[in-house]
């Protein structure tokens, strides 16, 4: 008998794979609302009941973050993402509009492929595994090398949990022959939907190549802008809580802190106080040296890992109450890794003279990476935020609250996901936090509700038109006083259309033969300027 070799065998579980969850998902396609909401409801419960487990196994395979933080992740990817989602309409009529006679219909995509990251291995199979089930769809699993462990047994448990429920079997599965030769067989099939993917640069770039439609996330290089109305103790305390939970591995957490000049000595004494560490030039130097490799990609030695640890392996020792360490920065590029996408709880620092010049910088932080991703303002200025929200090239701008836990919307109301979309500016499909609407296609019924002969009708004329008939002088342009149509800033200093003399103005008001041509004189000159 003729054993295949491991690359092949690793295809032909992949093939096989997608031919189950074809044949799963379209029983499950004629499922009722009800019936795949009680299926997700028992996956979140089953998993949930598991969290503590897989986060300590995660913990001890991949090395990265603490177990602790991880066990919330898992709770968060299942309880409370099945609490967002559990009372979305996904399946058959969505929306049926009497008035407009416009019928919604969901239609499931099919079969999903879904990448999993090595930082966030068990928690993000949770969560693919609710959403695409809540959308009616199958979900096939190929996860990090890393994480193998972890990633099979948390695929285990919601696999479980779905033919317990009643689910088709096939309809959630994964890979256990991990090799890059089954991922990409499973990206390139026909009979794949969609590819879900949440990873390194490399494995999403190779997505979106594949042909396959994809949705994913993309690198965060998220600044936090402490403006001088902040409340800066909770600032420093909500930057650093999110810089050490998981040790830094969700893509949201800050990466760099821009503060207004006048109010950094208050950030500095409290940042000191809430266990930051400030490098020095030589320590600065040392540790950025391990933080990239030599191509200019993330070290994943350091990914994770405690501000104790990285000043070890960079050679010196700072205090042991040390949470987080920060280097003053003045410049951004793509070989500074202040400037980058740092996974651990190591955080640049600039120092801005205004709240303008902040804003120069967050933009300078986000060209050079995580375009369309996060950033987080402390402040309690409305018009600053309204400013930020209108400029900056990010899809989730966040306010007075952790970034790590506000993106992935635990701290807000955004929708709770671990895949956030990054947009066309990102180089993504959709800026969205990704959830069950995201995988679906929207079926649209129209009911006809003109015919030919009523387009050939002519259009009716706008009860609304100007009258041609009117004087020059009601043109709010000419008019004095509080009823003047308001100029927009560009104009402030053109006088062409300035008030009219108090004569012309009674004028306006009393045209007649014998002082008509005076006026139209006057008003002609002041044009003519």
Known sequence: MTTLDPDLQSIQQARNLINNAKQAQKIFAGYSQEKIDDIIKQIAQYAAQHAEELAKLAHEETGFGNWQDKVLKNIFASEHVYSHIKTIKTVGILRDDRETKVMDVGVPLGVITALVPSTNPTSTIFYK?????????????????????????????????????????????GLTQLTL?????????????????????????????????????????????????????????????????DNGVICASEQS???????????????????????NDDEARRLANILLRPNGMINPEIVGKTAIYLSERAGFNVPPNTRVLIALQDSVSRSNP???????????????????????????????????HTLVIHTQNQQVIREFALQKPVHRILINTPAALGGIGATTNLIPALTLGCGAVGGGSTSDNVGPLNLINIRKVGYGVRSIDDLRQPARQSSSQPDHNTSIFADSRFQQGPQAAAQPPCAQADDRFGAVSPSAAQAANDINEENVEHIIKAVLGRMSR
């Open 129 to 173: 595994t609710l959403i695409a089930l809540k959308a009616g769809n199958a979900i096939i699993f190929s996860p990090h090398p890393n994480a193998r462990q972890c990633s099979q047994r948390a695929i285990e448990v919601v696999k479980h949990a779905a033919l317990q429920a009643g689910a088709p079997a096939g309809i959630v599965d």
């Open 181 to 245: 030769d089954a991922t990409k067989t499973l990206m390139h099939s026909k009979d794949v939907a969609l590819i879900l993917a949440t990873g390194g640069e490399g494995m999403v770039r190779a997505a979106y190549s594949s042909g396959t439609p994809t949705i994913s996330g993309g690198p965060g290089n998220g600044p936090a802008f402490i403006e001088r109305s902040a409340d800066v103790k909770q600032a420093v305390g909500d930057i650093i809580t999110s810089k050490t939970f």
């Open 257 to 279: 802190i821009i503060v207004e000049k006048c109010i950094y000595q208050d950030v500095h004494r409290e940042l000191l106080a809430q266990g930051a560490y400030f490098l």
């Open 338 to 372: 202040y400037a980058r996408e740092k996974l651990c709880p190591v955080l640049g620092l600039y120092i801005e003279e205004d709240w303008m010049h902040a804003c120069d910088r967050v933009v300078e932080l986000l060209t050079n990476e995580g375009l369309g």
